[in-house]
């Protein structure tokens, strides 16, 4: 059967044209004056961020965002260039790395701008304006709160950005936030003008923005999930236009096969009892490696093109699938949790489903110890 090059137990192949394809597809329905700032937190949804930022920056993409200095610094040793913004909070005994490594660090409200502000150096920073999800920034209507801190010598504010959280959503009383929320930034961006602060840069849009409100444009669109060519859900499915392909797909290779007999028992508590004489085979992939342990009995694996049941509780290192029904299948035979193969397709959407989450979680929660190959071509 089939051998795939690179992939020794479980791995990530990364599909570079697809990932171009996706950066075309944004930087055309963005225009001109709208750069992308792609998310590569939580090593770029799961992805590897120093090679999806790697990859980017050779399509020549200037602008990332993070969500901890330590992923900022990451990127900055694996040679990555250019603004490389923090969303999150930074504690104060790591402003130092703020200068150090040249990350702009988001002020996440008026208190942390003021500690920001005694840092004995000159940091860049972005204002968070909280529009109305109340998660971080300073309220909308309190512009002259930003208006103070970018008075301040030590800070050089080099962007003001919000965050939209319901633009997912067409529901008509979403739509109506979501325009409140635009709004309400356009009127502080406005009053920030007014009393004379300069040379900023704004952001508004993640995925959803950008995708249900094109209307919209500002300096950056902070593009995560979709830019690796998912959706958050299966029936946010043509949003996109059928222009966006998966990069990620999510392989292992089978361990080895076992015949167990009617009535026999597979795996951790027994949990899944042979009905008839059946071949199991055992994958070297397991919930260290993101699989949820809950996913058991839930979903299936391709091999071969052909569906492969999960069954038994998933194991921290290792899971079972039922090929009783593809006689043809051997040991090093590879497994597709997330891909294609054969006719054969499973989205992060679809697994995400299967789950009762968003495909989000999934690919982020996908753990260090798996390979991850770019593939060329
Ligand atoms: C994660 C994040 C993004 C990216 O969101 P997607 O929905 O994945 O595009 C953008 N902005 C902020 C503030 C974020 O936390």
């Known amino acids: 059967m089939k051998q795939c090059e690179g992939g020794h137990r479980a791995w990530i192949e990364l599909d570079r044209t697809n990932l171009a394809k996706n950066v075309a597809f944004f930087r055309g329905m963005l225009g001109e004056g709208c750069a992308l700032m792609p998310a590569v ?17 050779r399509f020549g993409v200037t602008d990332f965002c993070v969500a901890s200095v330590g992923e900022g610094i990451e990127l900055r040793e694996e040679g990555i260039k250019g603004q490389i913004l923090v969303l999150g909070f930074t504690p104060q005994t790591d402003f130092a ?21 005694e840092y004995p150096g000159r940091l860049k920073v972005h ?5 109305g999800m109340h998660r971080l920034g ?5 512009p002259e709160k930003i208006v103070r801190l970018a008075a301040v010598e030590n800070l050089n504010l080099t962007g003001v950005f919000s965050h939209l959280c319901v633009a997912d959503s067409r529901e008509d009383w979403d739509v109506a936030y979501t325009r409140e929320q635009i709004a309400r930034f356009d009127a502080a961006v406005k009053e920030l003008r007014l009393a004379g602060v300069r040379g900023f840069k704004t952001h508004l849009q993640s995925s959803y923005g950008v995708l249900n409100y094109p209307e919209c444009h500002y300096d950056y669109a902070r593009i995560g999930i979709a830019l690796y060519g998912i959706l958050s859900r299966k029936e946010d499915a043509g949003k996109e236009c059928g222009k966006l392909f998966p990069v990620l797909s ?11 007999e009617a009535g026999e028992g597979v795996g951790y508590g027994l949990a899944y009892v042979a009905e008839e004489r059946s071949r199991i085979a055992v994958l070297p992939i397991g919930y260290a490696d993101g699989i949820p342990r809950s996913l058991a009995g839930k979903g299936y694996v391709l091999i071969d093109g052909k569906r492969a049941p999960i069954v038994g509780r998933i194991c921290m290192d290792q899971m079972f699938v039922d090929v009783t029904g593809l006689p043809g299948v051997e040991t090093a035979d590879e497994a597709v949790l997330i891909g294609t193969s054969g006719q054969e397709q499973i989205t992060a959407e679809q697994y995400a489903a299967w789950e009762g989450t968003i495909s989000n979680e999934i690919v982020s929660r996908l753990g260090g110890r798996l390979e991850r190959i770019v593939k060329v071509g």
């Open 41 to 57: 937190k939580a090593n770029a949804y799961g992805h590897g961020a120093a090679l999806i930022a790697g990859e980017l920056q």
């Open 127 to 131: 204002a968070a304006i909280d529009t």
């Open 250 to 260: 999510l392989k292992s290779r089978i361990a080895c096969i076992r015949t167990v």
């Open 138 to 142: 300073i309220p909308w209507d309190r």
């Open 97 to 117: 790395l703020l200068a150090q490594y040249d990350l702009t660090q988001t002020i996440v409200d008026a208190d942390y701008g003021r500690k920001l502000c």
